[in-house]
C-alpha cells in the first residue's frame, strides 16, 4: 500500500507565495514520475508540474516562471513552491507518483487565491 501526504496550501492572497509538499509513504522505493496537477472548480484537471527521476522538469505554460518543482530522493517527497499567486491558480492540486508498474494519486489539497 502506497499513500501520498500533502500539506501546504490554504488561503493566500494574489501576488504571495505557497508551498506544497507531497510525501510517499508505504511499499516504494523509487519513482519515475512526480507532479502536480490541479482540477479548478468546473474545469478539468490539468498537469501543472512534474519532475523525473533524471530531475528533468516540465511545466504548463500558465505556472512556467513562478512555479517551482523539486523533489527529495531520500524521502521520496516532492515540493512545488508557487509564487506570485494569480486568482486563477485557485484549485484543488493532487500530487501524482508514477512508478514503471503503478500510479498514485494524493487525496488533493485546497489552493485559494484571494484578489
Known amino acids: 500500500q502506497v499513500q501520498l501526504v500533502e500539506s501546504g496550501g490554504g488561503l493566500v492572497q494574489a501576488g504571495g507565495s505557497q508551498r506544497l509538499s507531497c510525501s510517499a509513504s508505504g511499499s516504494i522505493f523509487s519513482f519515475n514520475v512526480m507532479g502536480w496537477y490541479r482540477q479548478a472548480l468546473g474545469k478539468q484537471r490539468e498537469l501543472v508540474a512534474v519532475i523525473t527521476r533524471g530531475e528533468f522538469t516540465s511545466y504548463a505554460t500558465s505556472v512556467k516562471g513562478r512555479f517551482t518543482i523539486s523533489r527529495d530522493n531520500a524521502k521520496i517527497a516532492v515540493y512545488l513552491q508557487m509564487n506570485s499567486l494569480k486568482p486563477e491558480d485557485t484549485a484543488v492540486y493532487y500530487c501524482?507518483?508514477?512508478?514503471?508498474?503503478?500510479?498514485?494519486w494524493g487525496q488533493g489539497i485546497q489552493v485559494t487565491v484571494s484578489s
Open positions: 501524482h507518483l508514477a512508478t514503471s508498474e503503478s500510479m498514485y
